[in-house]
């Protein structure tokens, strides 16, 4: 079972990178299961979202704990919400970010084995393609090739099922440059960007 | 799917998404033949659809919580009448204090309005327990509700296998209205009743509720024969044969239970589970023979009567009272605190070793430092 535990605020749309990750884990065959945490439902508050894939049936309800995977889709909830509990030595980080960021300070954040965790310019790369700060489906690209928990054309598949017309195309594009932005070795092992990367590290930006 | 043709409700979470597609589906024409009917409150919603019901047409509403309870007159009014109403009810707890997330306190509350209350296990059955209603709820003349645990299964994404539209069609015929307000062949239905004849109507509601049994059970049974697929029923047993221990629940429970027992028989430990589907009419029978080879029963359940304790585990206990078996109660999850099969799998290893008492309500996740911190000791 592979776990992945996504927090955000209100409106990035964390709910729907959750349940797009289970369509495109289902559409590859695989069983899955998306469900959020709401706190009062209102633009801005935090929100968590969990997805499970797995190769068998997944039978029970429960927030993920122990998650293989955490994205962070906003930066300003490292010291706001325990986005990091839980994690293990072998959970990936995935962290929007386009500034300079350490996780000192940050409940659990010596927890992060460091070549695990990466950071991607998710907004700022969604504010180029989408013209729209909503950076999921970056992450979610990024997030297939940091993790191959699902291949990229999955994703796409997800999005174009979630999405019509030209907000889908655009989407696809960003999730495919964040997929190509995380950078793989000919072993097929996640190669760290880094903890604390200035500028980002996708989309060409300074 | 079902073809409701008068769906009348007022959104509160975690029911607004239903409520909300169900109108887009209208609007688009998607559901034909419907009338969505806006309404001011949950009181007008069951108002409205006790209306529908009555001149035959087939309706539909949602609640949850506060908006369950704000609707409860006229939800022992539609019982009463005998109108074949379905609800779903998107589980949450009811205040004070306020909380939005899911517990089984809304539902229980209304336990003796007569109606029908069936409780999906997971998004798969919540779905075919709607198909299921409206039959039960038609071939009964009795109102049912689908219970789902507000977002546990609410919001959940899960693979769902949708039937086919002329599958549903050829499992849920046409309503045809057992009476019908006809100003053609004008009638009264509600009027007063007095104390000459009030007890023969609650009797009769009595005798079809029993009769009711039998129909949840045949009802699941052609549903299995129609597609392929075990859903709904009773109750549901998992692991209960030459079982010492069984853990019984409802809801969106039961999923975390089957894992737990898994666990614990590969331990040694002979341990069952059983689900209740259906929590009114009350399975006695049913609970008596999927629980009569057990030593230990314990009853988990997301509600609970304050005052007195559990409410599904008195129902258990007085089925099985003339059974050398105890039966443990406990609650948890009130107020959407979540059920992990860690502390399920606690509680099923505390009662295998007997090291839970009876005659007592046990809490299975109490907080004790925040009630240390609070000056309760």
């Not at chain 1, 965790?117 to 729209?132: F, I, K, N, Q």
């Not at chain 2, 108002?47 to 609707?71: E, K, N």
């Not at chain 2, 899960?158 to 053609?184: C, G, K, S």
């Not at chain 2, 005798?207 to 109750?235: N, P």
Request: hydrophobic share 45%.
């Amino acid at each position: 079972m592979f776990n992945v535990r996504f927090h955000g605020r209100g409106g990035q749309g964390v709910v729907t990178a959750a349940e797009m990750l289970s369509v495109a884990a289902f559409d590859c065959g695989l069983h899955a299961q998306a469900f959020p945490t709401f706190g009062s439902e209102r633009t801005g508050a935090p929100v968590t979202s969990y997805c499970r894939v797995d190769d068998r049936p997944i039978r029970f309800h429960e927030p993920i704990e122990e998650p293989q995977a955490i994205v962070v889709q906003d930066p300003t909830l490292l010291h706001a919400v325990p986005v990091l509990a839980g994690v293990q030595p072998s959970s990936y980080v995935l962290l929007n970010t386009s500034r300079e960021l350490s996780l000192a300070g940050v409940p659990d954040g010596d927890r992060v084995a460091p070549d695990r965790l990466v950071t991607l310019a998710a907004t700022d790369l969604a504010r180029e393609v989408l013209g729209r700060p909503v950076p999921n489906t970056a992450l979610l690209g990024a997030l297939a090739a940091l993790t191959g928990v699902v291949p990229l054309e999955a994703v796409l598949v997800a999005i174009r099922q979630r999405f019509a017309g030209p907000v889908a195309e655009a989407n696809v594009e960003l999730a495919v440059r964040a997929h190509a932005s995380v950078a793989h070795d000919s072993m097929g092992t996640v190669r760290a960007m880094g903890p604390a990367r200035a500028g980002g590290t996708v989309g060409g930006r300074a | 799917m079902c073809r409701p043709q008068v769906v009348a409700a007022y959104p509160i979470s975690p029911q607004t998404h239903i409520v909300e597609a169900l109108s887009d589906l209208v609007r688009t024409g998607e559901l034909a033949q419907c009338e969505y009917l806006t309404v001011e409150s949950e009181f007008a919603a069951m108002s409205a659809c006790i209306g529908a019901s009555a001149v035959g047409a087939r309706a539909y509403t949602a609640s949850a919580s506060q908006g369950l309870l704000f609707m409860a007159e006229a939800v022992f009014n539609a019982s009463g009448l005998g109108l074949p109403i379905v609800m779903t009810v998107a589980n949450r707890a009811i205040g004070a204090p306020i909380n939005i997330w899911n517990d089984h306190s809304d539902a229980m509350a209304l336990r003796d309005a007569g109606w029908i209350q069936l409780y999906a296990a997971d998004v798969q059955e919540a779905t075919d327990l709607h198909l299921q209603a409206f039959v039960v709820a038609e071939r009964t003349s009795l109102p049912v509700m689908v219970c789902m645990d507000g977002f546990v299964l609410t919001h959940a994404v899960e693979e769902v296998d949708l039937p086919e539209q002329e599958q549903v069609d050829a499992f849920v015929p046409p309503f045809v209205p057992q009476q019908l307000l006809d100003p053609d062949d004008p009638v009264t239905i509600g009027a007063m009743v007095g104390p000459e004849a009030f007890t023969e109507v609650r009797y009769l509601m009595q005798q079809r509720m029993d009769t009711a049994i039998g129909t949840v059970a045949e009802v699941a049974h052609d549903f299995r024969e129609a597609f392929g697929r075990s859903s709904g029923g009773l109750v549901r047993g998992y692991r209960l044969e030459d079982a010492d221990t069984v853990l019984v629940t409802l809801g969106s429970v039961a999923g975390a239970a089957t894992e737990v027992v898994d666990e614990l028989r590969e331990q040694g430990i002979a341990a069952g589970t059983l689900t209740l589907t259906c929590f009114r009419p009350w399975p006695d029978e049913a609970v008596r023979e999927a629980l009569a080879g057990a030593r230990r029963v314990v009853v988990l359940e997301r509600a609970f009567s304050v005052g007195r304790g559990s409410i599904v585990g008195q129902d258990v206990r007085d089925s099985l009272h003339d059974l050398p078996v105890t039966v443990v109660e406990a609650v948890g999850g009130l107020g959407g605190r979540p059920v992990r099969r860690s502390d399920v799998r606690r509680l099923v290893e505390g009662v295998a070793a007997d090291l839970l008492p009876t005659g007592r309500l046990h809490f299975l996740d109490l907080d004790h430092a925040l009630l240390a911190s609070a000056g309760v000791r």
